[in-house]
């Protein structure tokens, strides 16, 4: 999830050119971005193709990965393609699909193929092929398996799922009281309750007892909201030509506690992201509500912390989460030993899915996260439940991670957590907002 330039092994020319050209909004050409390289018939070595836009941390890891799956098959060479997070990717992925360049596989957030799969921009999976694999429904947790889904076929595989959780540092837990003796935190069931434990924490660090930040960034208000949305059993039904269907009380409801949260006491009133991990890193404030992806910032800044899901206040258990999922760019003739190849490349890569665990994320195929060695990771086994509690977007044409949705949100809710609205009129706002997108029709097509 972070963007940074992906470290790891050494990319290509051609690669990095590719990488360039998305940061840089597509300056460079679109055939540097082919992605389809023949097989090695003489060699014995099938080329496979593979875009993502993972970076950073992540990118090492899935770097070692793909060289580990390689080594392990033999007969595979995979061609890694690394661009830009966010609308670059989306954007060329989109164009090489519908420009017949489309690479061999790619990774996609499960919560954007809604918008991709009617318009033809992906391929399903074939599931016996998969069964073949060892790629079953019985694999994946049911909400992960479902989310492939889009008009009866499967078209995306996920790799893990990575919830909106909660880290605490334990001895300013400790220190406040609110510590159980198995070392997890004190139950909180009911808003006040996490507000009292929260403010106990605050009188010992002195600055705050919990660090979120939100300014300028639509996707942290909208992973925090929709968590205390889903916790109210709510749903949100976005259906193109139909207006929004949704709860206004408990949109209401999660607004006004989300601003009870920034008084400047609890949590800042003004604060992005990166002062309020900054601020937990340093002991600083005793919670923090952020992904799973920031599990190695945790461990690199060296304070005694765990993690765990948001607790459940307003009565239903979930979170909010996405999931990083392989798809199969549209190809018009897909060359067929390419096409097993990728089904043999992801479900090999699945099952050495232990090591993306060790980013944060909750690996998706059940035989890694049953196994016993997912339990000697920790925190990472104890918010490993929060793959049963998962919430993705609701599904609708503009939705999901790194999207405008997410700008909207931001839009309409920034003032209201500044005070500059009322819950009721931020949220009047986006709603209006959603209404005019789903009045027009879903523009990604072939």
């Given at each position: 999830?972070?963007?940074?330039?992906?470290?790891?092994?050494?990319?290509?020319?051609?690669?990095?050119?590719?990488?360039?050209?998305?940061?840089?909004g597509?300056?460079?050409?679109a055939?540097?971005?082919?992605?389809?390289?023949?097989?090695?018939?003489?060699?014995?070595?099938?080329?496979?193709?593979?875009?993502?836009?993972?970076?950073?941390?992540?990118?090492?890891?899935?770097?070692?990965?793909?060289?580990?799956?390689?080594?392990?098959?033999?007969?595979?060479?995979?061609?890694?393609?690394?661009?830009?997070?966010?609308?670059?990717?989306y954007?060329?992925?989109?164009?090489?699909?519908?420009?017949?360049?489309?690479?061999?596989?790619?990774?996609?957030?499960?919560?954007?193929?809604?918008?991709?799969?009617?318009?033809?921009?992906?391929?399903?999976?074939?599931?016996?092929?998969?069964a073949?694999?060892?790629?079953?429904?019985d694999?994946?947790?049911?909400?992960?398996?479902?989310?492939?889904?889009?008009?009866?076929?499967?078209?995306?595989?996920?790799?893990?799922?990575?919830?909106?959780?909660?880290?605490?540092?334990?001895?300013?837990?400790?220190?406040?009281?609110?510590l159980?003796?198995?070392?997890?935190?004190?139950?909180?069931s009911?808003?006040?309750?996490?507000?009292?434990?929260?403010l106990?924490?605050?009188?010992?660090?002195?600055?705050h007892?919990?660090?979120?930040?939100?300014?300028?960034?639509?996707?942290?208000?909208?992973?925090?909201?929709?968590?205390?949305?889903?916790?109210?059993?709510?749903?949100?039904?976005?259906?193109?030509?139909?207006?929004?269907?949704?709860?206004?009380?408990?949109?209401?409801?999660?607004?006004?506690?989300?601003?009870?949260?920034?008084?400047g006491?609890?949590?800042?009133?003004?604060?992005?992201?990166?002062?309020?991990?900054?601020?937990?890193a340093?002991?600083?404030?005793?919670?923090?509500?952020?992904?799973?992806?920031?599990?190695?910032?945790?461990?690199?800044?060296?304070?005694?912390?765990?993690?765990?899901?948001?607790?459940?206040?307003?009565?239903?258990?979930?979170?909010?989460a996405?999931?990083?999922?392989?798809?199969?760019?549209?190809?018009?003739?897909?060359?067929?030993?390419?096409?097993?190849?990728?089904?043999?490349f992801?479900?090999t890569?699945?099952?050495?899915?232990?090591?993306?665990?060790?980013?944060?994320?909750?690996?998706?195929?059940?035989?890694?996260?049953?196994?016993?060695?997912?339990?000697?990771?920790?925190p990472?086994?104890?918010?490993?439940?929060?793959?049963?509690?998962?919430?993705?977007?609701?599904?609708?044409?503009?939705?999901?991670s790194?999207?405008?949705?997410?700008?909207?949100?931001?839009?309409?809710?920034?003032?209201?957590?500044?005070g500059?609205?009322?819950?009721?009129?931020?949220?009047?706002s986006?709603?209006?907002?959603?209404?005019?997108?789903?009045?027009?029709?879903?523009?990604?097509?072939?």
């Amino acid at each position: 999830m972070t963007r940074s330039r992906p470290g790891g092994p050494a990319l290509s020319r051609r690669r990095m050119l590719a990488g360039t050209a998305a940061l840089l909004g597509g300056a460079f050409a679109a055939p540097a971005l082919t992605g389809c390289t023949a097989a090695g018939a003489a060699s014995g070595i099938t080329n496979l193709s593979y875009w993502h836009l993972l970076s950073g941390g992540d990118g090492i890891t899935m770097a070692t990965l793909v060289a580990e799956v390689e080594k392990e098959l033999g007969d595979l060479a995979v061609d890694q393609t690394v661009l830009a997070w966010g609308a670059p990717y989306y954007t060329k992925l989109a164009m090489a699909a519908a420009g017949g360049r489309a690479p061999d596989i790619a990774i996609m957030h499960a919560s954007r193929v809604t918008g991709w799969a009617p318009g033809g921009l992906l391929d399903p999976w074939d599931l016996d092929l998969l069964a073949e694999f060892d790629i079953t429904e019985d694999t994946f947790k049911p909400r992960i398996w479902e989310k492939g889904f889009t008009d009866g076929k499967l078209y995306s595989v996920a790799l893990d799922s990575h919830p909106f959780i909660m880290f605490f540092n334990t001895e300013v837990a400790d220190d406040a009281g609110v510590l159980a003796s198995d070392g997890k935190l004190i139950e909180t069931s009911t808003p006040d309750e996490f507000l009292d434990m929260a403010l106990e924490m605050q009188k010992v660090t002195g600055q705050h007892g919990l660090s979120w930040g939100y300014l300028n960034d639509g996707a942290q208000l909208w992973r925090l909201f929709y968590t205390f949305y889903k916790q109210h059993g709510a749903d949100m039904v976005l259906e193109t030509g139909k207006p929004a269907q949704f709860d206004e009380d408990a949109a209401i409801e999660s607004l006004e506690y989300m601003t009870k949260l920034v008084d400047g006491t609890v949590a800042a009133k003004n604060s992005d992201i990166n002062n309020g991990i900054a601020e937990f890193a340093g002991g600083k404030s005793g919670l923090l509500f952020s992904g799973v992806w920031e599990l190695r910032t945790m461990q690199d800044a060296g304070i005694p912390f765990d993690a765990t899901t948001i607790p459940t206040l307003f009565g239903t258990p979930a979170v909010y989460a996405d999931s990083h999922a392989f798809v199969l760019p549209h190809q018009s003739n897909p060359d067929e030993t390419k096409r097993r190849a990728a089904y043999e490349f992801m479900s090999t890569l699945l099952k050495d899915s232990i090591e993306w665990a060790g980013a944060g994320h909750i690996p998706a195929y059940l035989p890694v996260i049953e196994d016993p060695a997912y339990d000697d990771l920790i925190p990472q086994a104890h918010y490993a439940n929060a793959a049963d509690l998962i919430n993705y977007d609701p599904p609708a044409w503009f939705t999901g991670s790194g999207s405008d949705f997410q700008n909207y949100f931001l839009d309409a809710i920034q003032g209201v957590m500044l005070g500059g609205t009322t819950p009721e009129a931020g949220f009047s706002s986006f709603i209006a907002r959603i209404n005019t997108l789903l009045s027009k029709p879903n523009p990604v097509t072939v």
